[in-house]
């Protein structure tokens, strides 16, 4: 028997929340910029191609027909929290004694509180609800044959119910998908990111500190952010200081990918020509240094042959404590590499003073921000922001 009360699980928002963030992760790890429009793998391999049609229907109306987009992204992840105990088809309590598997809340609260608001969040804007317009609200379950006049999206929505309630297909990579065609659309519709012309040495940096320490909506990323605008200073100092003639600045690996699986034993790292690294640089996001910080990292350069390696945080924790100071020593003394640890900005704010022209930084990092898949929209966004002054 289905339940005729609207009562929503308490737990609800932290499920739908908890499932939104694992594909927009899955999404974000399809994306590729310049390979928009391609179907990738897992998602060819996984799902039909009436359902991938059905999907790529509703990413092309996302912006005309929002409120059908948002029903669909509301039903897809509501399914993919249920799975085969709820047919999301029945949208609505009062309709939802016509199945053996009632949701037992309706659908549009869920829409309107919890997803719209996390669409917001990631900067996908549009309906502030799936149920926006009244000829979604009929007390009838999404069926093929629903005759209300939904408008252009009509074919690709109904389908889409269809293909996950009738023919078993994976909600999960069906919402990660759709995430990703709208994740395509965000960065090609971005704004150019401006590059401000400076030189001065305590502009750059706070510029730089403003940049990491906001207070993103979405924290993931914002520690890609130092680590992107040291890469960048380094790019100018290796054209000017006689210490790194002949090396060669390797490009950033993922930020995803684990130093196990690249073999790199830095954040950044600077390479002789036969490939052996000769520098490099472990970066921290708001993590005080501490001797196990040491330790990890004398693990990752026992063996090479390194000249330095440089263990730095954001945090202002960064001055080395003496049991610091002593593991540090022991490093040099042991492994023949001088071991560096420091803030972020007190090194920044050095490595600047080298150069003789600081500002050529900017353009570097602003490249970096435009290219790089760890960085999303709001990252950018911000960093305008703060450039005009507008926050």
Same mark, same amino acid.
């Given at each position: 028997?289905?339940?005729?009360?609207?009562?929503?699980?308490?737990?609800?928002?932290?499920?739908?929340?908890?499932?939104?963030?694992?594909?927009?992760?899955?999404?974000?790890?399809?994306?590729?910029?310049?390979?928009?429009?391609?179907?990738?793998?897992?998602?060819?391999?996984?799902?039909?191609?009436?359902?991938?049609?059905? /999907?790529?229907?509703?990413?092309?109306?996302?912006?005309?027909?929002?409120?059908?987009?948002?029903?669909?992204?509301?039903?897809?992840?509501?399914?993919?929290?249920?799975?085969?105990?709820?047919?999301?088809?029945?949208?609505?309590?009062?309709?939802?004694?016509?199945?053996?598997?009632?949701?037992?809340?309706?659908?549009?609260?869920?829409?309107?509180?919890?997803?719209?608001?996390?669409?917001?969040?990631?900067?996908?804007?549009?309906? =502030?609800?799936?149920?926006? %317009?009244?000829?979604?609200?009929?007390?009838?379950?999404?069926? /093929?044959?629903?005759?209300?006049?939904?408008?252009?999206?009509?074919?690709?929505?109904?389908?889409?119910?269809?293909?996950?309630?009738?023919?078993?297909?994976?909600?999960?990579?069906?919402?990660?998908?759709?995430?990703?065609?709208?994740?395509?659309?965000?960065?090609? %519709?971005?704004?150019?990111?401006?590059?401000?012309?400076?030189?001065?040495?305590?502009?750059?940096?706070?510029?730089?500190?403003?940049?990491?320490?906001?207070?993103? =909506?979405?924290?993931?990323?914002?520690?890609?952010?130092?680590?992107?605008?040291?890469?960048?200073?380094?790019?100018?100092?290796?054209?000017?200081?006689?210490?790194?003639?002949?090396?060669?600045? =390797?490009?950033?690996?993922?930020?995803?990918?684990?130093?196990?699986?690249?073999?790199?034993?830095?954040?950044?790292?600077?390479?002789?020509?036969?490939?052996?690294?000769?520098?490099?640089?472990?970066?921290?996001?708001?993590?005080?240094?501490?001797?196990?910080?040491?330790?990890?990292?004398?693990?990752?350069?026992?063996?090479?042959?390194?000249?330095?390696?440089?263990? /730095?945080?954001?945090?202002?924790?960064?001055?080395?404590?003496?049991?610091?100071?002593?593991?540090?020593?022991?490093?040099?003394?042991?492994?023949?590499?001088?071991?560096?640890?420091?803030?972020?900005?007190?090194?920044?704010?050095?490595?600047?003073?080298?150069?003789?022209?600081?500002?050529?930084?900017?353009?570097?990092?602003?490249?970096?921000?435009?290219?790089?898949?760890?960085?999303?929209?709001?990252?950018?966004?911000?960093?305008?922001?703060?450039?005009?002054?507008?926050?």
């Amino acid at each position: 028997m289905a339940k005729k009360a609207d009562s929503r699980p308490a737990n609800l928002d932290e499920l739908i929340i908890k499932e939104l963030d694992l594909a927009y992760n899955k999404a974000e790890s399809y994306f590729t910029p310049g390979k928009e429009n391609e179907i990738p793998q897992e998602i060819s391999s996984n799902l039909s191609q009436d359902f991938i049609d059905a /999907l790529d229907g509703i990413a092309k109306l996302c912006e005309k027909a929002s409120t059908g987009y948002l029903n669909v992204i509301t039903g897809l992840t509501i399914k993919a929290v249920y799975g085969d105990t709820v047919d999301v088809r029945y949208h609505q309590v009062q309709i939802q004694n016509q199945t053996d598997k009632p949701a037992g809340f309706n659908f549009r609260g869920v829409s309107e509180h919890i997803i719209f608001h996390w669409m917001e969040n990631h900067e996908f804007h549009g309906a =502030k609800s799936g149920w926006q %317009t009244r000829t979604f609200e009929r007390p009838k379950p999404y069926f /093929l044959n629903y005759e209300e006049n939904i408008g252009a999206i009509k074919v690709p929505f109904l389908s889409t119910y269809d293909q996950i309630e009738t023919h078993n297909q994976n909600a999960k990579l069906g919402l990660a998908f759709l995430l990703l065609r709208r994740i395509e659309l965000r960065e090609r %519709t971005k704004i150019k990111l401006a590059i401000p012309r400076l030189q001065d040495v305590l502009q750059i940096t706070n510029l730089f500190k403003s940049h990491f320490f906001y207070s993103y =909506k979405d924290s993931k990323g914002a520690s890609r952010l130092p680590v992107i605008a040291l890469h960048a200073i380094y790019k100018v100092l290796m054209q000017e200081l006689v210490r790194y003639d002949g090396k060669i600045l =390797k490009d950033l690996e993922s930020h995803s990918a684990a130093d196990s699986q690249t073999g790199s034993i830095g954040d950044i790292e600077i390479a002789n020509k036969d490939g052996s690294i000769f520098e490099a640089v472990e970066v921290k996001h708001m993590i005080p240094i501490s001797k196990e910080l040491v330790d990890i990292a004398k693990q990752k350069i026992r063996g090479c042959q390194a000249d330095r390696y440089y263990i /730095l945080t954001t945090h202002n924790l960064h001055d080395p404590s003496d049991e610091v100071i002593t593991e540090v020593e022991n490093v040099k003394r042991l492994l023949g590499c001088q071991m560096i640890v420091n803030g972020v900005i007190p090194s920044i704010k050095y490595y600047l003073r080298l150069l003789t022209n600081p500002g050529a930084v900017l353009p570097n990092y602003v490249q970096e921000l435009a290219t790089d898949k760890a960085i999303s929209f709001e990252h950018r966004d911000v960093w305008n922001k703060i450039v005009t002054g507008s926050i």
